[in-house]
């Protein structure tokens, strides 16, 4: 799964019936060791509740349809955890529960 | 997803049935976040009514046939939605409510 | 879905049994706005009555099973139509009604 | 299947149901020739009972759910084995079976 | 599908349920033009009986799973196929029937 923030959002009056109510938002991709931009932006729709900012776990693919309420959605990727904590190779890179 | 813009067309003649009566477009990518061409056009398949010049939302990958009316179209993308607006970072990128 | 010439063949006597009596083929990819090779030949399964030369659509990945006969097939890859005409950006680029 | 060493740890409360009491992993895929770091860390979900330092086997993209327990988890990639050794081109580049 | 040659193994004891009894061998990629090494050696499952030397046909992502007695197996690649011969471009860059 890939680790990002949520920068945007998108807008679609005429689309497939599977997306209508579902939010979709803007991800840019982060480096997971440093929590940094890296990669560019791209389109997921949100699974949790997500809002921008929030940095957040997308899953890719076909899988992405495996989230709840997404079975009939034409979906690649899907935002499916908003991320409390993440420790690389010791060190913790995000604290989100204390507001880091 | 990817965002991008219908640019032209296929016609086969010689085709799987799954394909028979579906539109054959050529899409080409866009960064989201300046809205300009940005890698090569690829072949899609068009399920919501698009045309040439419209800016698409495209879903990739197996996902591809859960587009309503693809569940037996051997198909690896899918045009699923036209895009109104786009913002990111706070910058609305793409408007065509209004025409921009 | 890519679109590519058919450049060559692939015989295999020890094989999984979805495969017997299906036709691998490989394929160089083109790009799509110049009709010129691009990128690395791949090994490709024929779902049309395709042969050497002619400009094929493939489908990539788990949707390629989706092509007719091919739903117990382990295929990632297969040649799902044989294209006549490909317009991009105002110009026809490749017409193979009229035998360009 | 790609070669990696389990090397952190992700938390996340709001997340989809599938996730739930999943062990949610940071793996640093490695050269299988090699076994030395190659390319960026991921987030992968634990399969076999994998912990930090563990050498293990990861399987992506849509087979992702095939692991046990996994079928209605919205997962990309997962941790299935745990490897004791490898020999690649007449060398035994990893021995965990005698602490190597 | 992509060619290559099968050049060692993985052993794991602690894995899936569904890895059991399935042998793991790593494939060094081949330039299918040229027969030579190209790219990153993977591990993938056999399914055909193939053995150190073999030049293998190889299918990715969720097809690999349609290989016989795979429909349960976490792969994401899985050789399905012994290459008697290639050609290409006019060409025969393998021919495996006499021993070439």
Known sequence: ??????????????????????????????????????????????????GIGDIVMVVTGGSARLAEGFSKVPVDNTIIAIVDTIEVKGTVVLNNKEGT
């Open 1 to 50: 799964m890939t680790i990002g923030k949520v920068v945007g959002t998108v807008v679609c009056t005429q689309k497939d019936p599977g997306l209508v109510g579902k939010k979709m938002l803007v991800v840019q991709p982060l480096d997971i060791e440093k929590i940094v931009d890296k990669g560019n932006v791209f389109v997921s729709i949100d699974g949790v509740g997500a």
